[in-house]
C-alpha cells in the first residue's frame, strides 16, 4: 500500500490564485481530513469527510473548498491564494473518525 | 472551544533517560486520545492511543498514562534515543465528534 499521498510536495502561488491541492489513500478509509500546520504550531482541522459524498467543516475553513467524489480521494482547493495561507497542509485518512489517522507527507504552500 | 494542549513546548533529556511528555484537556467527553511523533519534514505518525475506560497502556517503550479526575495524559518514553528527537502531539476525540483536537506540541531533544 502507499499509504497516503500528496501532491504536490511544494508550491508558490501568487495572490489570488487558485489551485487544488491532492490527496489520495489505497487503504479503504472512510475518514479523511485536512489540516494546516504554521509555524511552532500544532494542526488545525480545515475540512473533514466521513464518507464519500459528505463533508464537513473544520475550525479554520474559509478560504478552502473540498469534495469527496470517491472514497480514494479528498482535494482541497484554494479559491483565491492569500499570504495567510502559507503554511504546510497536511491530509490524513482513518477506518473512522475513532481510530488512529495515517496522515501525508504534507504539501509546503507559499503565497506571495 | 475546548482544548487540548501540552504543559511543555520544549522538553531536553539526556540519551538513556526516561522522557515524560504531558498533555492537559478540557474536554470531558473526550474519550479517545492519541498521541502522534512529528519528525522534521516528515507527517506526524502514530505512536499509541487509550480509550478511556483504560487508565495505562504500554507499547515498545512508551507508555501512555489517563488521568480523567484531573483530566490530564502523559507519554512516557523508556531508554530516549537520539532517534526519538521530534515534536511530539496528543490529541483527543469524544464520541460524538467527528473530528479530532490537537493539542500544540512538545519538541524533544535528545542529548547523546
Known amino acids: 500500500n502507499a499509504g497516503v499521498t500528496q501532491t504536490p510536495k511544494f508550491q508558490v502561488l501568487k495572490t489570488g490564485q487558485s489551485m487544488t491541492l491532492q490527496c489520495a489513500q489505497d487503504m479503504n478509509h472512510e475518514y479523511m481530513s485536512w489540516y494546516r500546520q504554521d509555524p511552532g504550531m500544532g494542526l488545525r482541522l480545515i475540512h473533514y469527510?466521513?464518507?464519500?459524498?459528505?463533508?464537513d467543516q473544520g475550525e479554520v475553513p474559509n478560504g478552502y473548498n473540498v469534495s469527496r467524489s470517491t472514497t480514494e480521494d479528498f482535494p482541497l482547493r484554494l479559491l483565491s491564494a492569500a499570504p495567510s495561507q502559507t503554511s504546510v497542509y497536511f491530509c490524513?485518512?482513518?477506518?473512522?473518525?475513532?481510530?488512529?489517522?495515517?496522515f501525508g507527507p504534507g504539501t509546503r504552500l507559499t503565497v506571495l | 472551544g475546548e482544548n487540548v494542549g501540552l504543559h511543555l513546548p520544549t522538553l531536553s533529556v539526556q540519551e538513556g533517560d526516561n522522557s515524560i511528555i504531558n498533555c492537559a484537556y478540557s474536554n470531558s467527553a473526550s474519550d479517545y486520545f492519541i498521541w502522534y511523533k512529528q519528525e522534521s519534514g516528515k507527517g506526524p505518525q502514530f505512536i499509541i492511543d487509550i480509550r478511556s475506560n483504560m487508565d495505562k497502556r504500554q507499547g515498545q517503550r512508551v507508555t501512555v498514562l489517563l488521568n480523567k479526575t484531573v483530566k490530564h495524559l502523559s507519554l512516557q518514553i523508556a531508554a530516549t534515543q537520539p532517534g526519538d528527537s521530534a515534536v511530539y502531539f496528543c490529541a483527543e476525540r469524544a464520541f460524538n465528534a467527528g473530528k479530532s483536537t490537537f493539542g500544540d506540541g512538545t519538541t524533544l531533544t535528545v542529548k547523546p
Open positions: 469527510s466521513v464518507g464519500a459524498g459528505i463533508t
Open positions: 490524513a485518512s482513518s477506518y473512522s473518525h475513532r481510530d488512529e489517522q495515517f
